[in-house]
Nanobody, 120 residues
Framework: QVQLVESGGGLVQPGGSLRLTCETNLSGFTFNNYAIDWYRQAPGKERELVAHISSGGDRTNYADSVKGRFVISRDFAERSVYLQMNSLIPEDTGMYYC???????????WGSGTLVTVSA
């Protein structure tokens, strides 16, 4: 059973920054076999993919709405994935979820989310 725990959300003013953390219970070897995504869901909207990082950490992808402002990274020693969010705007408000998918498998897992609110 893969466990994902998000943290780092909160209330921030427009233009501010937050760093989200997704901690996993995966062993170091197993962590290398999982691609990790950050999704978000704004009130009344569908969940959308924000950022993706490959299992090896060598490839990243971002939603057009966050390109140039958000950076996803992973720490193999800590078995964690981070989302650095800069120049936040009110449209970034929502619940942010960590999602893990094992390579060459349909198995995937979700965290319970962390709330980000961007407001003056």
């Amino acid at each position: 059973q893969v466990q994902l725990v998000e943290s780092g959300g909160g209330l921030v003013q427009p233009g501010g920054s937050l760093r989200l953390t997704c901690e996993t219970n995966l062993s170091g070897f197993t962590f290398n076999n999982y691609a990790i995504d950050w999704y978000r869901q704004a009130p009344g909207k569908e969940r959308e993919l924000v950022a993706h990082i490959s299992s090896g950490g060598d490839r990243t992808n971002y939603a057009d709405s966050v390109k140039g402002r958000f950076v996803i990274s992973r720490d193999f020693a800590e078995r964690s994935v981070y989302l650095q969010m800069n120049s936040l705007i009110p449209e970034d408000t929502g619940m942010y979820y960590c999602h893990a998918k094992r390579r060459f498998s349909s198995s995937d897992w979700w965290g319970s989310g962390t709330l980000v609110t961007v407001s003056a």
